[in-house]
């Protein structure tokens, strides 16, 4: 009896490395923000345009590959993601969906005057609902939606070079296709 | 070139350290001296080679030599000298280059003191460092080679991690490590007790020395880290329980026990077995903490390179380490024989108190820290274990180990008098209902644990300040006869009163947070904040560009009955390479509490959020850390530890005649 009391170390140790173990399982990164609308359908949304003309909805965009990119003129980050965003809309000509998140129209329409404007269509979010719909956790956001109207990916923070050609221009090729 | 000697000279390390865990193991078994006397030599062989290895390494870091990728992915020759040197142990490779190099420094270290160690003892420990060697170098050396050469050098590196640019880290790094590796002598002084089958006093004073000294380092190295996630992070938190931090927290707690315990097998010769088995789970956590951070198994802001093959072959050491020497420590330590009988109210009595208490509290953040990990790894949703489990389980477990610090030192050996203990210790209990008191008084109604926390601080260092009064016999001899007794002293007693005055300031300063005022607001441009009798203006904001950020630097004038007092700075830094956000906080830092300033993210409309607070007494946590440090070094310092056998029996004569 004693002598087991001391075999109680090791295998509480073992017990611990098994779980050790099994935490190092391959394709398991703990530093992803899962999002809770990954593959299912965008929130309804109703967004008057920037530029004026109709409004902005989750219905406008059915039936095409969307990006949506959530942006505000006092984000510093967004001055950073600026230029990729300026590279996609004239190199690759997609057809970015700008959502101006918590920002006047006048900051907004002054900003992408002074730094050239990458979007086909903005959105104005004025007081954040759809940015909460979405559950925007800070901008920059960037969403994918493929052309049955579906969230697929979220990359929160800026878009860099990087991930742009790794991820977000990969993905897009597959969503065209099917 | 140099580069190459380095890498070379780490593969003969590995060479060394494979001669150094074998021969002295098989010499010490068949008591034969010449294969004993391979271990010293090889030790000292290894301190070099390994030095060299890291010297290289220094060397690439400081002359930009961008041939090698580990200075690319973490260097600039925009750096100053400080952060080119950091710079090669803030990245993965090469911090575990510095691990190794600490080992190597603590073997040497051992096998230059150890001259009055037993020879088959001296050699099965330089033998188990030996071992432990070998794994990191494999790993180093396979999975994580910081010498590794592009024939494509680029013009200049990507740069350090910018949140990890700062003196405060710079340091922070070597002191953790020093703790965490210095607790591999202790390790292998347990596994070379294991396999000789005994343990005595003899060995626990030579164990001790080294274990205070590890604890030393580990204390200072914890304070940096939490100082540095104070006045970096931004959110006016000193400790945010992230698992990082808790790998470095739970060794701390096993080794306080450990140094703790070890004085009991030393004075009374009991508690063999436990002492064992505490300095192998000491370092044990150590090794834990280095896996969950270079594994990246577990979510933490201490994000460093994530790769599933290092954690694999961590996992393996871990099992061949930790599963090899408690299975040691299963099959041998039912032999060990007992000591000393004593009462439970007695020295020894609140020493496994002590011990009870402090292994609690590791067990209590050890489960708090994994329990996502055991979650997820069954399958079950992904959370995060925050600070209100810590603070509901750790807190009421450090209420008695404040009670047991004042009162133990107070206790005889063997059998104590609890009452006579209560009695000596009237001054501090009055100073606690004192402080309890007055506090109250000032808040009213306002928040009794951390009342009761402050009034519990008061008692342990009142029953520290006793506990030295009590030896020089103040007041109760004439004042020449106790500047007599104070003077002869051993310094042990006095490192003993310093920790344990540390710790309760230490603990003022974690109780004075309940106290703190936080104001988080949008304040527009000339609009003020109030907070803690002080006026904040937002004068105004600058978006400055930096060499490799761009910031937005606020001018806050801080005014207290209209005087202008101080004029703070506050940013916010974007770093382009990185992809990450720093803020540089304000803080005025007094001795009675702290004015903080964070700037937060404009709202668009001409404001800005200002996160400002009042801490009272937050700076004595890192006093106190220091304090207690301190203690331990003065305990160092003790001639018992400096001297032969023959003196040191004198030595405890005197010590005893103190007492």
Known sequence: ????????????????????????????????????????????????????????SNASLKGQVAVINFFASWCVPCKIEHPVLMRLATKEKLPLIGIAYKDAVEDSQRELAKGGDPYVRIGVDRKGAAGFDFGVYGVPET???????????????????????????????ELNRS | MIIELGHFALILALAVALVQSVVPVIGAARHDHAWMAVARPAALAQFLLVGLAMAALTFAYVTSDFTVINVIQNS???????????????????????????????????AIFSGNLPRELRARVLAVQGMISVGFLLFILFTSNPFLRTA???????????????????????????????????????????????????????????????????????????????????????????????????????????????????????????????????????????????????????AFAV??????????????????????????????????????????????????????????????????????AVGGPKITVGPPYFDTTFGPIMVPVLIAVAGGPLLAWKRGDLLGAMQRLWIAFAAALLVGLGCLYATYGGPVLAVLGLALAAFTAMGAVVEWTDRVKL?????????????????????????????????????AAAFSVERIEVVKLGATLDIG???????????????????????????????????????????????????????RSGVFADLYIAVGE????????????????????????LIMAGGGIVSLSDRRWRIGAAARQRGAAVAQAAE
Not at chain 2, 85 to 101: D, K, R, T
Not at chain 2, 548 to 573: C, I, K, S, Y
């Open chain 1, 1 to 56: 009896m004693r002598k087991t009391l001391y075999l109680l170390p090791v295998l509480l140790f073992l017990v611990i490395a098994g779980y050790f173990a099994l935490g190092l399982q391959p394709g398991r990164d703990p530093h992803e923000l899962p999002s809770a609308l990954i593959d299912k359908p965008l929130p309804d949304f109703d967004l008057p345009a920037l530029a004026g003309g109709p409004n902005i």
């Open chain 1, 143 to 173: 969403y994918v939606v493929d052309k049955s109207g579906h969230i697929r990916k979220r990359f929160v923070g800026p878009l860099n070079a990087d991930t742009v050609e790794k991820e977000l221009l990969p993905l897009l090729r």
């Open chain 2, 76 to 110: 600039h020759t925009d750096k100053p000298l400080l952060y080119k040197v950091s710079g090669v142990w803030g990245n993965h490779e090469g911090s575990m280059l510095l691990w190794v190099f600490i080992l190597a420094l603590c073997s040497a270290a051992v």
């Open chain 2, 152 to 302: 494509n050098p680029p013009m200049n590196g990507h740069g350090l991690n910018p949140v990890l640019q700062d003196p405060g880290l710079a340091f922070h790094p070597p002191f953790l490590y020093l703790g965490y590796v210095g607790f591999s002598v202790s390790f292998a002084f347990a596994v070379a007790a294991l396999i000789e089958g005994r343990v005595d006093a003899a060995w626990a004073r030579w164990v001790r020395p080294w274990a205070l000294a590890s604890w030393c380092a580990l204390t200072v190295g914890i304070a940096l880290g939490s100082w540095w996630a104070y006045y970096t992070l931004g959110w006016g938190g000193w400790w945010f329980w992230d698992p990082v931090e808790n790998a470095s927290f739970m060794p701390w707690l096993v080794g306080t026990a450990l140094i703790h315990s070890a004085i009991v097998v030393e004075k009374r010769d009991t508690l063999k077995s436990w002492t064992i088995l505490l300095a192998i789970i000491t370092f044990s956590l150590s090794l834990v903490g280095t896996f969950l951070v270079r594994s990246g198994v577990l979510t933490s802001v201490h």
């Open chain 2, 307 to 376: 790769d599933p093959a290092r954690g694999t072959f961590i996992l393996l050491l871990l099992l061949v380490a930790i599963g090899g020497s408690l299975s040691l420590y299963a099959a041998r330590a039912p032999a060990l024989q007992s000591g000393g009988v004593f009462a439970p109210i007695s020295r020894e009595g609140a020493l496994v108190l002590n011990n009870v208490l402090l292994t609690s509290a590791a067990a209590t953040v050890f489960l708090g820290t994994l329990y996502p990990l055991f979650l997820d």
């Open chain 2, 475 to 511: 007041f109760r001899i004439p004042l020449g006869e106790s500047a007599r007794r104070a003077l002869h002293l051993p310094r042990s007693a006095y490192g003993m009163t310093l920790a344990h005055i540390g710790l309760a300031v230490s603990a003022a300063g974690i109780a």
């Open chain 2, 533 to 587: 009798g002080y006026t904040m203006r937002l004068a105004k904001v600058d978006e400055i560009p930096g060499p490799n950020f761009v910031a937005e630097d606020a001018t806050v004038e801080v005014t207290r009955n209209g005087a202008l007092v101080w004029v703070a700075h506050p940013q916010r830094r974007f770093f382009e390479v990185q992809q990450q956000t720093t803020s540089l906080t304000a803080i």
């Open chain 2, 602 to 625: 404009s709202d668009g409309q001409g404001g800005w959020t200002i996160r400002a607070y009042h801490k009272p007494l937050i700076s004595w946590i890192w006093l106190g850390a």
